[in-house]
């Protein structure tokens, strides 16, 4: 597993983050940037030996069709990608978090995050250890100065191997895939009862549309409280190959150290399908070409985040959430050696004492009474 800025530039002043994952006969590329909409490309070979091309005088040109691209381009077997478009402002008078219920009279012009300035990742990127990379941007029209001491940014991940994150909400991982953290932080609130929600857009090829699935699970060893791990995946009538998957749990968090108190709980709406041409600047037309609608299912959904009677965005100024993309199988949480051990202790101890109760009154019963004196004649 491989992370490159900006592949074949060097004096690029954009974000374009390649993560590569190579496997015995296969290799995932992910194409993340911040040119346009923050957005990521998943696109999966059947070989070990396809490389990424960035022709970047196409790419930073009015007409960027064929600036990104994968050779050679006959070992394609997949590719899917997801925008992140706006974020949503509303007032919530009645503290009832009810994103799609609340007049649209108490929103907010939604930020525009195609319109956001971004700096470089350069300064934030580890590509030796960690992996890692941070996409910050602040809005570029920001005539009212919320964005002064606040940033939104995406914190991006890969993985070398399978295990499970160190901080909240510990997803569990493979080289598969690479994680995504949304982090809102600093901005402040045009208004005392101020919450968010972020929209979203995604594709998949004409055979196929997007489905949510939830996965519950009775385990929440590591994420207390949260029992349900939330999916978005491909729904293809007869797909004979493994496909991609968006995979988060059903928290965020109103404070940086991820604690259980400052947990929030997000919910994700059924997607949309967009019966109009996507109009979003992005990397998508650099790889696909224009005419998206005519190959491809657009739909756009959103993720809003906060609980009824709970706090709202300005008693932190942070607002976290982190989610997997990846191709293949999710990962799936099973129970740890502890939980088990636990298990069989307090299943097994009513079960063994039981079982001794039982001999010893078995045992008692058997023996026979021997009368202490002699009887009357």
Known sequence: VSLELNPGSSNSTQNLLHIRAVDNGSTIH?????????????????????????????????????????????????????????????????????????????????????????????????????????????????????????????????????????????????????????????????????????????????????????????????????????????????ASHALGYFQWKSVAYGDVGGRRADSLPCIMYKPRTLNETLRVPSIVYAFYGEDLADGYNIETYNVSFGIADGDFYDKHSFLGWSALIGYGTPPRDSFSVLVICIMAVALGTPLVLLMVGAMVVLVMRSKRVVPSYEPVN
């Open 30 to 238: 992910y194409v993340w940037s911040t040119i346009g909409a923050p957005t990521v490309l998943l696109i999966y070979t059947d070989s070990n030996n396809t490389r990424l091309k960035v022709d970047w005088a196409k790419l930073e040109s009015p007409e960027p069709r064929g600036a990104i691209r994968v050779e050679p381009p006959d070992r394609v077997r997949y590719s899917t990608a997801l925008l992140f478009t706006r974020i949503f402002e509303y007032k919530d008078i009645n503290n009832t978090a009810n994103f799609t219920g609340t007049d649209r009279k108490l929103f907010y012009p939604p930020y525009d995050l195609s319109e956001f300035t971004w700096e470089s990742a350069r300064g934030s990127m580890n590509s030796s250890s960690s992996l890692t990379a941070r996409l910050s941007g602040v809005n570029s029209t920001d005539p009212d100065g919320n964005f002064r001491n606040g940033s939104v940014t995406f914190q991006v991940s890969a993985y070398e191997g399978s295990g499970r994150d160190h901080s909240s909400p510990r997803l569990l991982h493979s080289a598969n895939c690479t994680k995504m953290e949304f982090i809102l932080s600093g901005v402040r609130p045009r208004g005392n009862n101020s919450r968010f929600a972020l929209e979203m857009v995604t594709l998949e090829k004409k055979a196929g549309r997007k489905k949510i699935r939830s996965v519950r699970s009775i385990d929440d060893e590591y994420t207390p409280t949260i029992f349900e791990v939330m999916e978005l995946v491909p729904d293809f009538p007869n």
